[in-house]
């Protein structure tokens, strides 16, 4: 039968793990690698990981941990990640509103009012009150 890049791709993953468990070395691993990723038939992939051990299946337990120890994590900093990149946007629009203010000002020959204030102002003041006054239906505390 005729080898796929997916059974390529997971002999190069067996042979990395070896090389990682030092049963290659790296002369042996990259030679096993070219001849991976040339072979045309899953009999060529097979002979190149068949002195090696099969990998321990994953655990199931260590997963449910890495999952649950993320969502931990997040729910931590979400909170006050989320407000800190309302400012960050905040930061971009200011920037872009400035630029777009000074080059209205240097083809017109003369600073005209500086603008960009009633909406960064505003958009500010919503933020702060948003962090003085949370949404109670998001749950999150600030």
Same mark, same amino acid.
């Given at each position: 039968?005729?080898? *796929? &890049? +997916? =059974?390529? &791709?997971?002999? @190069?993953?067996?042979?990395?793990?070896?090389?990682?468990?030092?049963?290659? &070395?790296?002369?042996?691993?990259?030679?096993?690698?070219?001849? @991976?990723?040339?072979?045309?038939?899953?009999?060529?992939?097979?002979?190149? !990981?068949? =002195? /090696?051990?099969?990998?321990?299946?994953?655990?199931?337990? =260590?997963?449910?941990? /890495?999952?649950?120890?993320?969502?931990?994590? *997040?729910?931590?900093?979400? $909170?006050?990640?989320?407000?800190? =990149?309302?400012?960050? #946007?905040?930061?971009?629009? +200011?920037? !872009?509103?400035?630029?777009?203010?000074?080059?209205? *000002? %240097?083809?017109?020959?003369?600073? /005209?009012?500086? #603008? $960009?204030?009633?909406?960064?102002? %505003? #958009? +500010?003041? !919503?933020? %702060? @009150?948003? +962090?003085?006054?949370?949404?109670?239906?998001?749950? *999150?505390?600030?």
């Amino acid at each position: 039968m005729r080898a *796929s &890049d +997916a =059974d390529r &791709d997971a002999t @190069a993953e067996r042979l990395a793990v070896a090389l990682s468990e030092g049963r290659l &070395d790296v002369a042996e691993y990259e030679r096993r690698l070219d001849e @991976a990723m040339t072979a045309v038939v899953i009999g060529e992939l097979r002979a190149l !990981i068949a =002195d /090696l051990p099969e990998p321990p299946p994953p655990a199931e337990h =260590d997963e449910a941990e /890495l999952v649950g120890a993320a969502a931990q994590q *997040s729910s931590v900093t979400s $909170p006050w990640k989320d407000w800190v =990149d309302e400012w960050r #946007w905040w930061l971009g629009g +200011a920037i !872009i509103m400035t630029g777009i203010w000074g080059v209205t *000002s %240097i083809m017109g020959g003369a600073l /005209l009012p500086f #603008w $960009p204030l009633v909406p960064l102002g %505003i #958009w +500010a003041a !919503i933020l %702060i @009150a948003a +962090a003085i006054w949370p949404d109670e239906n998001s749950g *999150s505390r600030r």
